[in-house]
């Protein structure tokens, strides 16, 4: 399959160009090691059995040969981040070595690696790097605060987007569609459930239970609602109810997999907002994830038929996934401009913005998600809130849509079809 480019790819170079060690972080079948492959003049590839065996036998191995060096899937060998560490302090020349990881290790490296290795996180494919349309508004612009003018028109329709949503970001899985593509996702979630949680050496003694939770958790894309809501959505009609301390390590063992990845809440560094919530909205790593979770296809998602565990949601399926693809995007987006994403939400509900991306200096761009080809006055009215809170901390406010054109209204805020945002 021929390499497509990545926005991470962009960053990566400017890190290695510089730095002595750069670690690539993020699920499997994300494209790590392609990506990785690219720069690497040794490659020790840690998940074969051949190679990691030799290794372990002569761990000094890791660090030999030809820079850059790639230690792929680091974590089957933890100690390989402490001998790369220890590399870098006898020699910090810079693009001396990669690593990839599909998963924090369970035996934690003796150091964080900090001033050493950096981390780098790559997720599924943002829309803008899928070439399903071109792309004409870049978030970097929108972080200067300048507001600048909004223009580009996309065909994409919102069953292209419910179709982008069930096809996977995950590079390797957007030549299949139909029931080969549902194959490979089954397939996908099968590894999780039966290698991938014993690797970490959490096995799995009732796999029904970790699917139905899985499942409880895809319905809850997008909603802050709370574990115990999962919890009982998981298990809708048992009266034995399973424990805290038999779901918990699910959390813990699938955010270690990058499986899952909660947006957590705004915290703001620079302004006074008080009784903002603190509960996390969840997202998988993938939409299409959820969606296959949920037994629902480009189709079943248009159509809105009920699908998954009863979990409280505003809106469609449809909708929450949808924010999910943004979500997915935007981050990719902000990453590679040093930025960080959250949501905000009151305690009391009465107001909330779905992503908030926060530069290094604490300003603010504040963007709604909404499953529409229009924008009326009731669709900005939490971004003309918080304008009034933050003032000139806001950098600029958008409502992404499932529309054609990209533009400003007369207020100041931008419209974006989500297919022509970009990094």
């Known amino acids: ?71 792929d899937e680091w974590q089957r060998l933890p100690a390989s981040w402490d001998l790369v560490r220890r590399a870098v302090d006898r020699d910090p020349r810079p693009s001396r070595f990669l690593l990839t990881g599909s998963a924090a290790p369970t035996d934690a490296p003796t150091h964080s690696g900090a001033g050493r290795i950096v981390t780098v996180r790559m997720r599924p494919m943002a829309l803008a790097e899928r070439a399903i349309t071109t792309p004409t508004v870049r978030l970097a612009a929108l972080l200067q605060g300048d507001r600048p003018a909004l223009g580009g028109a996309t065909p994409l329709s919102l069953t292209d987007y419910a179709e982008e949503i069930t096809r996977s970001g995950f590079p390797a899985l957007r030549s299949y569609t139909g029931r080969l593509l549902r194959a490979q996702l089954d397939g996908y979630v099968d590894r999780i459930v039966d290698r991938e949680f014993v690797e970490l050496g959490r096995p799995v003694r009732n796999p029904g239970a970790l699917r139905r939770w899985l499942a409880a958790y895809a319905a809850a894309s997008s909603t802050t609602a709370s574990y115990e809501t999962i919890r009982d959505a998981a298990s809708a009609g048992e009266s034995d109810k399973p424990a805290k301390t038999t779901t918990r390590p699910y959390r813990a063992v699938l955010e270690q997999l990058w499986i ?3 947006l957590p809440a705004w915290a703001p560094t620079r302004n006074r907002l008080r009784r903002l919530a603190a509960a996390p909205v969840h997202q998988l790593a993938d939409p299409a994830l959820a969606a296959q979770l949920l037994g629902v296809d480009t189709g079943a998602l248009v159509d809105g038929a009920p699908a998954g565990p009863p979990v409280p949601r505003e809106g469609t399926l449809l909708g929450a996934l949808f924010e ?54 009731a669709d900005t009215r939490h971004l003309q809130w918080l304008a009034d809170r933050l003032g000139p901390d806001l950098l600029d406010a958008a ?24 990094a």
């Open 1 to 71: 399959m021929e390499y497509r480019p990545r926005i991470v790819d962009t960053e990566l170079d400017a890190l290695l160009e510089g730095l002595p060690a750069v670690s690539l972080e993020g699920p499997k079948a994300v494209g790590k090691t392609e990506t990785a492959l690219r720069r690497a003049r040794t490659v020790h590839r840690l998940d074969d059995s051949g190679q990691l065996e030799i290794v372990r036998g002569a761990p000094e191995r890791i660090t030999t040969g030809d820079p850059p060096i790639l230690v």
């Open 260 to 262: 899952i990845e909660p």
């Open 324 to 377: 999910s693809l943004v979500t997915l995007s935007v981050r990719t987006y902000a990453q590679t401009n040093e930025a960080r994403v959250g949501h905000l939400r009151t305690r009391g509900g009465e107001h909330e913005v779905d992503l908030i991306v926060e530069r290094r200096d604490g300003r603010v761009v504040a963007l709604e998600v909404k499953l529409s080809t229009t924008v009326d006055d």
């Open 399 to 422: 409502v992404i849509t499932t529309g054609r054109e990209a533009y400003r209204r007369t207020d100041g805020i931008g419209v974006v079809p989500a297919g022509l945002l970009t």
